[in-house]
């Protein structure tokens, strides 16, 4: 059996979507479940980039704008818009992205530093940057998109 990885570090698997023309990537395994674009109901006096919450199998789940929480504007969901529903620590949360595009398998050798002339901001979500097949995809923290103590107020 042939090993890939062996001197080129850890191997881990990203889920690759695009949010507007940019495409980004998060751990599968934080990733529960994608499904289609369904409305949220909003909730007054949340977040610009709170969609609202939707009834997940009897479980209220926050939906958050991508697009919005990255600075990229306001999503506008299409058929091909889909939820991928991702949990960080206790915190569960959907994700509103324009499609899904692979299943990457790379090495931390893949991965290169978010460059220095980025903001703080943009440094603070993206954690790195993978050049795939003349690809820019940023791979998002999920713990600053979800932060454990991501106030809600949904009660």
């Known amino acids: 059996m042939m090993n890939t990885a062996s001197s080129s570090g850890h ?47 009897g479980t209220v789940l926050p939906i958050l704008d991508l697009s919005a929480c990255l600075g990229l504007g306001f999503a506008d969901p299409q058929a091909r818009s889909v939820i991928i529903v991702v949990r960080n ?3 569960e949360a959907g994700l509103l992205v324009d499609a899904v595009c692979d299943i990457l398998s790379v ?22 940057i993978l050049a795939i097949d003349g690809r820019m995809i940023g791979l998002l923290g999920l713990e600053r998109i979800l932060p454990e103590t991501m106030e809600l107020e949904v009660a």
Request: glycine content about 6%; aromatic content about 6%; charged content about 25%.
């Open 107 to 128: 090495t931390d050798d893949m991965l290169q530093p978010t460059p220095n002339v980025a903001s703080d901001t943009v440094k603070s979500f993206v954690r790195g």
């Open 11 to 57: 191997r881990q698997e990203l889920i690759a979507f695009k949010v507007g023309d940019q495409e980004f990537c998060v751990d599968i395994m934080s990733v529960r479940e994608i499904r289609g674009w369904t409305p949220a109901t909003a909730l007054p006096h949340s977040q610009a980039f709170m969609r609202g919450v939707i009834n997940l199998r």
């Open 89 to 91: 620590g206790e915190q």
